[in-house]
């Protein structure tokens, strides 16, 4: 297989699915995973110090993944994800010092808010072309004088 047919393989692979948000989220909950890891002088605030602390950043990653994989439950792991995401706030530094818990919430409506098969949009430009009439200013030159030029009200 060249390299051509496996990008468009994957472009096809990936226009079915929510892409991006899947990826924010798995990116979220990897980045709380490695500061929980962080030197002790790092670290704020380290919460329920254990299972807590790394399962829902796990758990992010996890229901990423499921949206990757599993489109047609995007909402159902979304809703968990976002849920998660907020979640690391309390346990895992402030949410993996706040870019991880973005990351999360942000992945996670993207996701709740794609659409699978929602036709492409059309520019502003193209609406505007088709839909485009006599110019206002040609109307308004044929019109002629207004009627009521001059008269006081």
């Known amino acids: 297989m060249t390299f051509t047919q496996w990008r468009d393989r994957f472009r096809r692979w990936r226009g079915q699915r929510p892409f991006a948000g899947g990826l924010m989220l798995v990116l979220g ?4 995973l490695v500061t929980m890891k962080a030197p002790l002088p790092v670290i704020l605030h380290v ?4 299972l807590a602390g ?3 950043p796990t758990l992010m990653v996890l229901c990423g993944l499921l949206i990757l994989f599993n489109p047609t439950q995007r ?3 979304s809703i968990i994800a976002i ?27 993207v ?11 059309v520019s502003r430009r193209k609406r505007r072309e088709g839909n485009q009439g006599p110019s206002t200013t ?8 207004l009627p009521d030029v001059g008269k006081h009200a």
């Open 75 to 77: 909402l159902f792991y």
């Open 138 to 145: 040609e109307s308004f030159l044929k019109s002629g004088p």
């Open 54 to 56: 790394y399962l829902l």
């Open 29 to 32: 909950g990897a980045e709380i």
């Open 83 to 109: 849920l998660l995401s907020l979640g690391t706030w309390l346990t895992s530094n402030i949410g993996g010092f706040v870019v991880g818990l973005l990351l999360g919430v942000v992945g996670s409506s």
């Open 47 to 50: 919460g329920m110090q254990g």
């Open 111 to 121: 996701a709740f808010g794609w659409l699978p098969d929602q036709e492409p949009r």
